[in-house]
């Protein structure tokens, strides 16, 4: 059973730096496109950023010049380093991928949500 696992969230101030990461663990075959989105209270969910399997990035306009998004294709894993936090970025934060199991189709997985908050 394939699953995505983040890690890394937590409390920050205004300025500050938190890294998440996360793993996608599993039979899988191969991984396509990875990407971060988060949700605010009372807000629609949105895309923070994502990379294609050659490394590829695109980035939200509130959020470029700040965070970084980064992958490992050999360990299946997803990373989103975010410098000079701002309250707004206060959110649960979750990764996505798509992906081939081992023994299915390809199909987009969702972690669990990481909560950052960020004070000012």
């Known amino acids: 059973q394939v699953q995505l696992v983040e890690s890394g969230g937590g409390s920050a101030q205004a300025g500050g730096s938190l890294r998440l990461s996360c793993a996608a663990s599993g039979r899988i075959l191969s991984t396509g496109v990875m990407g971060w989105y988060r949700q605010a209270p009372e807000r629609q969910r949105e895309l923070v950023a994502t990379?294609?399997?050659?490394?590829?990035?695109n980035y939200a306009d509130s959020v470029k010049g700040r965070f970084t998004i980064s992958r490992d294709n050999a360990k299946n894993t997803v990373s989103l380093q975010m410098n000079s936090l701002k309250p707004e970025d206060t959110a649960v934060y979750s990764c996505?991928?798509?992906?081939?199991?081992?023994?299915?189709?390809?199909?987009?997985?969702w972690g669990q949500g990481t909560q950052v908050t960020v004070s000012s």
């Open positions: 990379i294609s399997r050659g490394g590829l990035a």
């Open positions: 996505n991928a798509n992906l081939q199991p081992i023994s299915g189709t390809w199909g987009l997985y």
